[in-house]
């Protein structure tokens, strides 16, 4: 079965500076892995996913994430926050088998601090 | 971009008693999800629904859940004899494009 391990559970980063939250995963195929976003009160909006192709990929809001097959890794950077970024995030794999369903991580709250 | 919407934001519900939770997903979606979150923890998978019937659901989906297409628009998530432990905030969702959509979600509080 696929996990998801966010070993973050809390960030705290100072606004402007940069941002890097770790996700791995074990999947026995080849993963498909999102990044969510949820701001507290609100559902979860996706940031960017991972399919195949391209090992970096970019998202919304200025974020990207890089896959790394070797690390069963797929960590999500930000070059520079902002206080608006200040969210809980949660690294998800995909089993597209037909059913399409998400194991999520247990996420990482951010904190941007002035 | 189109929406998920589920109704109603918040629902307060008396142990034991049933409560339905209701979404719709977007319009061309044949897919579709619950997955519940309790406060503090991660999300949750609990049921997966294509073609008028369940294709997938966790261990949480035990006899007291189910879940219904009752017409071509809605998705409900019954519980029929709610617990304290089944407080949490539940999310609706259907895939489409080559990703989830999630609603804003429905937060059950049981007391």
């Known amino acids: 079965a696929q996990s998801v391990t966010q070993p973050d559970i809390h960030i705290t980063v100072s606004e402007g500076a940069s941002l890097e939250l770790r996700c791995n995963y074990s999947?026995?195929?080849?993963?498909?892995l999102f990044w969510y976003v949820q701001s507290p009160g609100q559902g979860l909006q996706l940031l960017l996913k991972?399919?195949?192709?391209?090992?970096l990929v970019q998202g919304i809001k200025g974020f990207e994430a890089e896959f790394k097959r070797s690390q069963s890794s797929f960590n999500l950077r930000k070059p520079s926050v902002h206080w608006s970024d200040a969210a809980e995030y949660f690294c998800?794999?995909?089993?597209?088998?037909?059913?399409?369903?998400?194991?999520f991580g247990t996420g990482t709250r951010l904190t941007i601090i002035p | 971009e189109p929406e998920v919407t589920q109704t109603p934001s918040h629902q307060v519900t008396q142990m034991g008693q049933e409560v339905i939770l209701r979404c719709v997903p977007i319009?061309?979606?044949?897919?579709f999800y619950w997955y519940r979150q309790i406060l503090g923890q991660k999300v949750e998978f609990l049921v997966s629904?294509?073609?008028?019937?369940?294709?997938?659901k966790s261990e949480i989906f035990d006899d007291q859940f189910s879940v219904e297409r009752p017409d071509g628009s809605n998705f409900t998530l019954k519980i029929r004899s709610t617990k304290l432990e089944d407080s949490a905030m539940y999310f609706c969702?259907?895939?489409?494009?080559?990703?989830?959509?999630f609603g804003s979600g429905t937060q059950l509080s049981v007391l």
């Open positions: 998800a794999v995909g089993e597209l088998s037909g059913n399409e369903k998400l194991t």
């Open positions: 319009s061309n979606h044949l897919y």
């Open positions: 999947y026995g195929a080849t993963p498909y």
């Open positions: 991972y399919f195949s192709g391209d090992t």
């Open positions: 969702a259907s895939w489409g494009n080559e990703k989830l959509f």
């Open positions: 629904f294509y073609n008028n019937e369940i294709s997938e």
